[in-house]
Nanobody, 115 residues
């Protein structure tokens, strides 16, 4: 059974930082590309950052130069370092493969950016 467990979210002031983690189990981790997605209230889920099996990364324009995705294959974990957070970054953040396994989503971790 595939499990994706996201953590590290919270309430942060604009300009602050958070580091999200996602632990994957029940799936082969190292041969797949992985990504972070987010869904804000009333909006569709969107891809925020992705990392290939080889470590190449790409980002949504809205987070370029502020967010950094990384992976640790030995720990089956993918990370998202988020700096210079803005109120518009407020959303529920999920990890999944890229492209995603549509039947397997974790509960996500809530990020709220507010003063």
């Amino acid at each position: 059974q595939v499990q994706l467990v996201e953590s590290g979210g919270g309430l942060v002031q604009p300009g602050g930082s958070l580091r999200l983690s996602c632990a994957a189990s029940g799936t082969i981790f190292n041969i797949f590309a992985w990504a972070w997605y987010r869904q804000a209230p009333g909006k569709q889920r969107e891809l925020v950052a992705a990392i290939t099996r080889g470590g190449s990364t790409n980002y949504a324009d809205s987070v370029e130069d502020r967010f950094t995705i990384s992976r640790n294959n030995a720990k089956n974990t993918v990370y998202l370092q988020m700096n210079s957070l803005k109120p518009e970054d407020t959303a529920l953040y999920y990890c999944n493969r890229n492209p995603p396994m549509t039947d397997y989503w974790g509960r996500g971790t809530q990020v709220t950016v507010s003063s």
